[in-house]
C-alpha cells in the first residue's frame, strides 16, 4: 500500500516487504494526493538532474556503501558518496531495536540543497505507521517529489535485488508513483517482496525518469 503526496507534500514508501505508507510526522506537507502513476505531463520537464548524495547511517560496511554508489552512478549522472554517519538517537525505538524511517527521512531532508536528492542507506531494521499499527517495518521510505529517502536490506530477501528498492525509491522522489506494471521496478508490492518479479522500468516511468536525467537504455 502507498499513498503519495503531491508537490510539497510527503510521500512515504512503506514496503513490508516493499509497500508504501504515510506517517502523521510530515504536517508541513499539505495536499494530499491520489494513488498509481504520476504522468510527465503532471510534472516539470527536462529539468537540471537532481544531485544524488548517497549517505550511509547506521549499521552498514564499506564494500555495501561502495556496490550501492556503483549502481547508482550507472543510472544517474551526478552521485556522490558521503562518509558514515549514525542515526540520530530520536528515531530509535528502544523495545523494537529498530529505527522510524519517516524520521529519518525528516533529517535527510532538513541536511538537503534544494538540488539534490539524499539516499540513506542501512542495514539497520526500519519502520513507520501503517493504519493502526504504530510500528510497521519497511524496506524504503521516501518524499514524492521530494529530497530525501532511505532503504534498507534487512527485509531483502535476496540482496542481489537491494538495488530494485533503491531506484524504486529514488525514483519516487523524483515525483513518480507506484505502477501498475508487475515487472517495473515502481510497481506497488502489495504486501510482500515482489523485487524478485521485477525486472527494469517499464516504458512510461523510463520515459519519465529521462525527463529527469537519468541514463536508461
Not at 28 to 47: D, F, G, I
Not at 63 to 76: A, G, S
Not at 137 to 149: K, N, R
Request: aromatic residues 8%; glycine residues 8%.
Amino acid at each position: 500500500m502507498k499513498i503519495i503526496f503531491k508537490k510539497h507534500s510527503l510521500v512515504i514508501t512503506l514496503i513490508v516487504v516493499v509497500s508504501c505508507i504515510v506517517g502523521g510526522l510530515f504536517l508541513l506537507y499539505n495536499k494530499t494526493c491520489k494513488e498509481r502513476t504520476l504522468t510527465p505531463s503532471q510534472s516539470v520537464k527536462n529539468q537540471a538532474p537532481m544531485n544524488i548524495v548517497i549517505q550511509p547511517v547506521g549499521k552498514g560496511d564499506e564494500l555495501f556503501d561502495m556496490d550501492t554508489y556503483n549502481k547508482v552512478r550507472k543510472v544517474l549522472p551526478n552521485v556522490s558518496l558521503n562518509q558514515p554517519t549514525k542515526i540520530p538517537m530520536s528515531a530509535y525505538v528502544k523495545d523494537r531495536g529498530r529505527y522510524r524511517a519517516d524520521s529519518i527521512i525528516h533529517w535527510l531532508n532538513t541536511l538537503a540543497k534544494p538540488n539534490e536528492v539524499y539516499v540513506g542507506i542501512t542495514m539497520n531494521d526500519i519502520s513507520t505507521t501503517k493504519g493502526s499499527v504504530q510500528d510497521w517495518g519497511v524496506m524504503g521510505l521516501g518524499y514524492c517529489p521530494g529530497h530525501a529517502c532511505v532503504v534498507s536490506n534487512f527485509r531483502v530477501k535476496h540482496l542481489d535485488n537491494y538495488f530494485k528498492v533503491v531506484l524504486h525509491e529514488i525514483g519516487h522522489t523524483m515525483g513518480l508513483n507506484h505502477c501498475p506494471v508487475k515487472t517495473c521496478y515502481m510497481r506497488d508490492a502489495e504486501g510482500h517482496d515482489s523485487t524478485g518479479e521485477e525486472t527494469d522500468f517499464c516504458p512510461k516511468c523510463k520515459s519519465f525518469l529521462k525527463t529527469k536525467g537519468w541514463k536508461l537504455q
